[in-house]
């Protein structure tokens, strides 16, 4: 079985909030720079719950950090197919250990790319439980979620865009 662990599970998992500043921009193959996971997820408009909810956490600057780090992010349509309510709930204030506890299960620490997941079956997350990588009929599985869109560069990272909402044990 192989398995990506990193010691930065171990910082975001007792609940901490990186203080780094975010690295220097990598310069993608046409000499620009690359924005980093926010920005690439903010760009691309499938993503503003994900980001009103890395918002409410206070992990937007965590993840504007050097990283690097695997977002597997669900779209609008995967948050709006929770029951009703779930989102309004786990966006209250009350809940923000909650929804940090959500948000950090969809991300692993590393770069790791689609052809590098299809060889693994698991990986262990930020929040510090592991998520499940199988592939089904040539689509890549983590937990019951499907990617849909996988390896979209950011410069502290990568993108896989899942079509469902991940949730921890």
């Known amino acids: 079985m192989k398995t990506f662990t990193n010691p930065v599970t171990h910082f975001f998992a007792a609940g901490a909030v990186a203080l780094f500043v975010a690295g220097c921009a990598q310069a993608d193959h046409h000499g620009m720079k690359q924005k980093d996971i926010v920005d690439t997820a903010v760009e691309a408009g499938q993503f503003e719950t994900l980001v009103a909810a ?14 690097p780090f695997t977002v597997f992010a669900p779209t609008d349509e995967a948050f709006a197919a929770l029951p009703e309510g779930t989102v309004e709930d786990l966006l209250k204030p009350e809940n923000k250990e909650t929804l940090q506890a959500v948000l950090t299960y ?7 790319m689609a052809a590098d997941a299809m060889a693994a079956d698991s990986a262990t997350t930020v929040q510090g439980q592991d998520i499940t990588i199988t592939t089904m009929d040539g689509s890549v599985m983590i937990d019951d979620a499907t990617v849909i869109s996988a390896d979209i560069g950011a410069s502290n990272g990568v993108i896989h865009v899942i079509d469902s909402v991940l949730m921890p044990e």
């Not at 890395?54 to 990283?67: I, M, N, P, R, Y």
């Not at 969809?106 to 790791?112: A, F």
Request: glycine fraction near 10%.
């Open 106 to 112: 969809h991300v692993v620490p590393g770069k790791i």
């Open 54 to 67: 890395v918002q409410a956490a206070d992990l937007v600057d965590t993840l504007k950090s050097e990283g």
